[in-house]
């Protein structure tokens, strides 16, 4: 009785404290997403009116004259990116899955720990490394080199993603995949990977969203080509790059059209992101 | 660990008891009251009768509660088993109390037949049998119980001898033929009281051991103990 | 020589010992299980049932640091051979487990079919008859024979244990081992997998962890209770259940363990 007073007599200074707290926090939560919104809606301002059907389809104009498109860099950045995804979701998902499955003991957390590094390792070093391993040598900027540094920084990416999730799939399930007579690796691959696909899926999309705004990397290894090129060993036109350039640059017209390519390209990151949420939350759905 | 389940076994122990206790006294009343010639003791039996009664309703009704409610296992279910068994011995013994006060009341209506000297031991090896099957239940003595099971032949023997007695007085003389019939009748209600603290005696060594010792098994029962 | 006599037991367990690093859990158990029957075993937890259990389908050996000594007979071959592969000995002895664990992502059909077709077997007719068969014997064919491509997940707590031990059965295993596969389920699916075991004994031989000391006593024919690791009886249900030899066993039984 006497503790009930008690707490009752210091009711109203909680609740005043409560109602305090709660709308600081409020105003504290909004000031972070400001930036956000302003970035937001000064690309799409500034990009939305310069959108047109030639930004899509027709080439860089010579210096100097207005008009001509994106055409180079938007597929120059789709071949960067099917490239990288070859090469950084196969090794991504395999060292994921051995770190979830087999990593245990001082091997495991020696590699757990480097992927975490290589994660937090700034893009650039990634660029002049990949630029050191493979520019170099072949003496030239090529696709494949830009492909192969936009992988080293999706691999850490996808390796984290696909260990969190199988490290989700209860030990049962695998004992249950062992207890019907498989081999281990063929409960790791057939049942255990292939029910987190989602999950995985979802990872391999952030990876993507992540990658596809990368400029620092690709200066140094696929550097940029004004021209159509798809080819592997020669320079390609992305995305960043362009837009890094034309934005520099004293014209008009290029700042005009490197707000269009901005525009598309947080319209695309945007959407990889909001897709990943959806699918989140159906896996999540299923397994409630 | 203490349950609440074991207060409530020594709650149903309890009530066997009590109910054991009556009968002891009914018996005690109704021989004495023959013997001693005191015919207004049998009011006395009548009185046991409806309570040992009573008893009988509310031991069913608990066992039937335990075995819903508690599932015994092992040497409770056994105890829950036995009691059931006990409870409907007892009854009988309770009744088998008022047929020879009902017998006896007869009896000693007309002046006595003939000094008697077998049914007073016939009754005093009944209620110590009973008095030890009792016992033996209580304290879950199975060697007790056994003792008990030895006994049943003395008895079953005195009653054939009070049969052939009071045939040959029957013979002789046909106007003693009522009276002779009560008092058959009571060595009877005596030895149908010794078979049923056998058939206690019995439960209790099932209770104590699991051994069934029915029907012959009772080589087995002194093996076991 | 063997094959001559028959073997009246399926499963001979000698001096079987089973350790998690320094932890003995398991202490020198001997049983023999006879054919066709349902062994429960029973015991206060930790007291080394499970992991006894996994050692039957040389599932313990999977986990980090495990170790097992000693040797389990199936029909006369020891499983712990050196020579013998873990992988084929458990095609031989199947596991249902306490939560029902469907595997994701694949169907009903799928699910049931899932021990075949990762093992090599693609053939539709095989797989149709062996899925329905192993419905069947899991007493779950009639409620989902219209949608054995609804996922394995979709169903309920019940059905999906059902689901698992069906999955078990499809390959066919004498032995059948389940662990504690009731203590996640309402009281009317318990029923309905109880009985199910009841005639799966006609097919299989069963070995059932349980805690349920009603469950033991309704399904199983023997029962060993087992207490910090050791067997400490091991004997026909009924009269485990009624006369127990050993005053541990009784005690347990009886509730009276502190």
Known sequence: ?288 | ?225 | MSGIVANPYILEVEKLNAWFGQNHAVKAIDLNVVPHTVTALIGPSGCGKSTFLRCLNRLHEEVPGARVSGQVMLQGDNIYDPGKDPVAVRRQIGMVFQKANPFPALSVYGNVAVGLTLAGIRKRSILDEVVERSLRHAALWDEVKDKLKAPGTSLSGGQQQRLCIARALAVSPPVLLMDEPTSALDPISTAKIEELVLELKKEVTVIMVTHNMQQAARVSDWTAFFLLGESVEFAETRKLFTTPQDSRTEQYITGRFG
Not at chain 1, 23 to 43: D, E, K, N, R
Not at chain 2, 93 to 118: C, F, R, S, W
């Open chain 1, 1 to 288: 009785m006497i503790v009930r007073d008690t707490l009752a007599s210091h009711d109203f200074r909680r609740k005043i404290t409560h109602h305090v707290a709660m709308v600081t926090l409020f105003l504290m939560a909004c000031a972070a997403i400001l930036p956000l919104g302003f970035v937001f809606f000064y690309v799409v301002e500034q990009g939305a009116p310069a959108i047109n059907w030639d930004f899509f389809t027709k080439l860089p104009a010579p210096v100097g004259e207005t008009g001509g498109g994106f055409a180079n860099a938007l597929a120059g950045s789709a071949l960067l990116i099917f490239m990288a995804s070859l090469i950084g979701i196969p090794w991504g998902v395999s060292a994921g899955v051995y770190l979830s499955e087999y990593g245990r003991g001082r091997v495991a957390k020696i590699l757990r720990f480097s992927i975490d590094i290589l994660a937090s390792v700034p893009s650039i070093i990634v660029g002049i490394f990949t630029y050191a391993m493979l520019v170099m040598p072949l003496k030239r900027f090529s696709a494949i080199a830009g492909a192969v540094s936009l992988a080293v920084i999706m691999i850490p990416v996808i390796a984290r993603t696909t260990e969190e999730l199988l490290k989700l799939v209860p030990s049962h399930i695998r004992e249950a995949g062992l207890g019907l007579g498989l081999p281990r690796w063929k409960v790791t691959l057939r049942i255990v990977l292939r029910g987190s696909m989602n999950g995985i899926m979802t990872g391999v999309m952030l990876a993507i969203a992540r990658v596809a705004g990368e400029t620092a990397p690709l200066l140094f290894t696929a550097l940029s080509n004004r021209f159509w090129s798809l080819k592997i060993d020669q320079p390609i036109a992305s995305l960043p790059v362009q837009i890094y350039n034309y934005a520099i640059s004293p014209y008009e017209d290029w700042h005009r059209q490197a707000w269009a390519a901005a525009f598309v390209l947080v319209v695309l990151v945007l959407s990889l992101n909001l897709t990943t949420r959806l699918i989140l939350r159906r896996v999540d759905g299923k397994t409630r």
């Open chain 2, 1 to 225: 660990m203490e349950r609440h389940f074991d207060a409530e076994l020594k709650q149903l122990k309890d009530l066997i008891l009590e109910m054991g206790g009556c009968v002891e006294k009914a018996v005690e009343e109704s021989t004495q009251a023959l013997i001693e010639r005191k015919p207004e003791r049998f009011n006395r039996v009548h009185e046991l009768e409806s309570e040992i009664n009573t008893m009988h309703l509310a031991v069913d009704e608990a066992c039937v509660q335990l075995l819903a409610r508690q599932s015994p296992l092992a040497a409770d279910l056994r105890l829950v088993i036995a009691v059931i068994k006990i409870n409907t011995d007892l009854e009988r013994m309770g009744d088998q109390a008022v047929n020879i006060a009902h017998n006896g009341t007869h009896y000693l209506k007309e002046p006595a037949l003939k000094p008697l000297i077998d049914i007073p031991r016939m009754a005093l090896e009944v209620r110590s049998m009973v008095r030890d099957s009792l016992d033996a239940f209580v304290k879950q003595d199975a060697e007790l119980a056994a003792s008990v099971l030895d006994r049943d032949d003395s008895v079953d023997a005195l009653k054939d001898q009070i049969f052939r007695e009071l045939i040959t007085y029957m013979m002789a003389d046909p106007k003693t033929v009522p009276r002779a019939i009560n008092l058959i009748l009571i060595a009877r209600n005596l030895e149908r009281l010794g078979d049923h603290a056998t058939n206690i005696a019995e439960d209790v060594i099932f209770a104590k051991t699991g051994a069934d010792v029915r029907h012959g098994g009772r080589l087995a029962a002194k093996a076991k103990v």
